[in-house]
């Protein structure tokens, strides 16, 4: 199956959560948003570098993504940019979510936002944070590879 028959179009990516968080494990969840919210997406104006994800009363809300207004409707009819908006996740994957983000002290990342016939959806992460020298090794083994890539080009 191909990206195209499926209907899947990726409008933002959080590349520097991967390099902030080691990801476990990811989940696929929609977003509650209004119409202005779904225009403006679509334009492909989605900031998820500041975001990030809580749990509240059995319920997933991400807070801090920045969604530009949408530049042709009038103020009035326009949202707030950077307002929470609830996630829309199965319960049992809340709670499956809750129990591993208190207990292990984890932290739940958007990855990126897509379209996927037709809908919104995020991909979101549950991270553990990075310690200094671990980024350093994450960015040494990348240059490592490059350094391959080149060698293994040249031959």
Do not use: C
Not at 40 to 60: C, H
Not at 64 to 85: A, K, L, V
């Amino acid at each position: 199956m191909s990206d195209k028959k499926e209907g899947f179009k990726v409008i933002s990516d959080n590349r520097q959560a991967r390099y902030l968080y080691e990801i476990i494990e990811t989940y696929e969840a929609g977003i509650q948003l209004t119409g202005t919210e779904v225009k403006s997406i679509r334009a492909g104006k989605v900031n998820l570098q500041d975001g990030y994800a809580l749990l509240r009363n059995g319920e997933a809300w991400l807070i801090n993504i920045h969604i530009s207004p949408y530049t042709s409707s009038g103020q009035y009819f326009n949202h707030e940019p950077r307002r929470t908006r609830k996630l829309l996740l199965h319960r049992q994957e809340l709670r499956k979510l809750i129990g591993k983000v208190e207990q292990q002290g984890l932290t739940l990342v958007p990855l990126k936002m897509y379209l996927q016939r037709g809908w919104v959806k995020v991909s979101i992460a549950l991270g553990k944070g990075k310690k200094l020298h671990d980024k350093r090794e994450s960015l040494k083994r990348r240059q490592d590879q490059r350094d391959i890539q080149r060698a293994m080009k040249s031959y």
